[in-house]
């Protein structure tokens, strides 16, 4: 399980492990594609790959920046 941001609906979606469609290698991250509880497949990145991300920003947790909530 792990948790992801929506960016459909902005909210925090707890996923299973098997929602992830696939996990395609990069050279400087891992691209997951999730499918979402919204009913629509997001992409991810993580940054699991340490020598391709020395230097730059450290490794992230799988979401985007959160914005405020919008009425
Ligand atoms: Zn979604």
């Given at each position: ?19 992830i469609r696939s ?10 594609h999730?499918e ?36």
């Open positions: 399980m792990f948790l992801i941001t929506c960016p459909v609906t902005r909210t925090d979606e707890l996923v299973a492990d098997r929602r996990a395609v290698n990069h050279p400087a991250h891992i691209a997951l999730v979402c509880p919204c009913g629509a497949v997001h992409v991810y990145r993580t940054g699991r790959r340490r020598e391709a991300t020395v230097g730059r920003r450290p490794a992230v947790p799988v979401r985007p920046a959160p914005e405020p909530a919008r009425a």
